[in-house]
């Protein structure tokens, strides 16, 4: 098992640019999640799914988007880069529970920085 | 989702002291997840607490969920270097609002 894995490792961007961060799973897990993190602020949630076609809204989701087509892949699309977005990013999945969440395995993080 | 406060936001400690990191809610919690990320790395799952009171141990790690299950500890007896990191006490009950971490607790060892 590669468990969580995420590309790319770095990546700079002009404002104004998009591009995807990619996310893949090979555990079979329903729920998968994108956070970012910022010195300071944590984890912030930006979008999650619960299973291939459903997605929904975190804490922190302007600016991003999210599909879920398959079970294994949840890429995060940047429509439109901007300075602000610069940070870390994690993807992480996990299997679902009707009453809660499971371990959540986190990839190793793309380090994105917008100039 | 369910939220936690957790403190101390830093913590420095000298080499084998004790340190201790506390979660606290308002509001009764299903279930709680520990979670270390180490300086440049990802945050690795510790440890799930699901019952009132309960108490696990990892080696020098003792995890507690509080009595009312409206808080939760992380204590570390003898710090050592490897120690070094963000603890974070994501509540893991409720369902599909998404598991909301906030901003842990850094752990500085000097040595």
């Known amino acids: 098992n590669a468990g969580v894995t995420q590309t790319p490792k770095f990546q700079v961007l002009k404002t104004g640019q998009s591009m995807t961060l990619q996310c893949a799973q090979d555990?079979?897990?329903?729920?998968m999640s994108w956070y970012r993190q910022d010195p300071g602020m944590g984890l912030r949630l930006i979008h999650y799914?619960?299973?291939?076609?459903?997605?929904d809204q975190g804490e922190v989701p302007n600016g991003y988007n999210v599909s879920r087509s398959t079970t294994e892949d949840f890429p995060l699309r940047l429509l439109s880069a901007a300075p602000s977005q610069t940070s870390v990013y994690f993807c992480?999945?996990?299997?679902?529970?009707?009453?809660?969440?499971?371990?959540?395995?986190f990839g190793p993080g793309t380090r994105l920085t917008v100039l | 989702g369910q939220q936690v406060m957790q403190i101390p936001q830093y913590q420095h400690v000298q080499e084998g002291e004790d340190f201790t990191t506390y979660c606290n809610s308002s509001?009764?919690?299903?279930?709680i997840q520990w979670y270390k990320q180490r300086p440049g790395g990802h945050p690795v799952f510790l440890i799930q607490?699901?019952?009132?009171?309960e108490v696990k141990k990892q080696k020098r790690l003792t995890f507690q969920f509080g009595e009312a299950k409206k808080n939760s500890s992380l204590h570390i007896t003898a710090t050592q270097t490897t120690d070094v990191g963000t603890y974070f006490c994501?509540?893991?009950?409720?369902?599909?609002?998404?598991?909301?971490f906030g901003k842990g607790t850094h752990l500085i060892i000097q040595p």
């Open positions: 992480a999945s996990s299997y679902s529970l009707g009453t809660g969440f499971d371990e959540q395995f």
């Open positions: 555990m079979n897990h329903e729920y």
């Open positions: 799914s619960v299973g291939a076609g459903i997605t």
């Open positions: 509001t009764t919690l299903s279930n």
């Open positions: 607490l699901v019952k009132s009171g």
């Open positions: 994501p509540p893991s009950g409720g369902g599909a609002d998404g598991l909301t």
